[in-house]
């Protein structure tokens, strides 16, 4: 089932990106996605999630209020509005397929990856 993400790039602090995923190979709309992030040297963490039909999300603390997770069922596609963007933001952002309808913070309920595109925010 790949998952391909796109959209990283260098941002400097206060500005915005906008991560999409789009995915293939499975029924895109039958299960939750979530984005999870990686800086070097750290565990991935859990970003936010979704649940299959785009109707509730949840949100690590460290980006509620600044980061959206929103879906396109019809395109197959993920995303994730980053806004207010701060360097501690800085990581491998990866994009995630459930196992599940339900969304979940946790990197073992989900099956299927992305290959991670790199986000960089300069002070």
């Known amino acids: 089932v790949p998952l391909q993400a796109y959209g990283g790039g260098l941002v400097q602090a206060g500005g915005s990106l906008r991560l999409s995923c789009a995915v293939s190979?499975?029924?895109?709309?039958?299960?939750?996605m979530g984005w999870f992030r990686q800086a070097p040297g750290r565990e991935r963490e859990f970003v936010a999630a979704i649940t299959s039909g785009g109707s509730s999300s949840t949100y690590a603390d460290s980006v509620k209020g600044r980061f959206t997770i929103s879906r396109d069922n019809a395109k197959n596609t993920l995303y994730l509005q980053m806004n207010s963007l701060k360097p501690e933001d800085t990581a491998a952002y990866y994009c995630?397929?459930?196992?599940?309808?339900?969304?979940?913070?946790?990197?073992?309920?989900?099956?299927?990856w992305g290959q991670g595109t790199q986000v960089t925010v300069s002070s």
């Open positions: 190979g499975r029924t895109f709309s039958s299960f939750a």
């Open positions: 995630a397929s459930s196992r599940a309808t339900s969304y979940s913070r946790v990197v073992g309920t989900y099956d299927y």
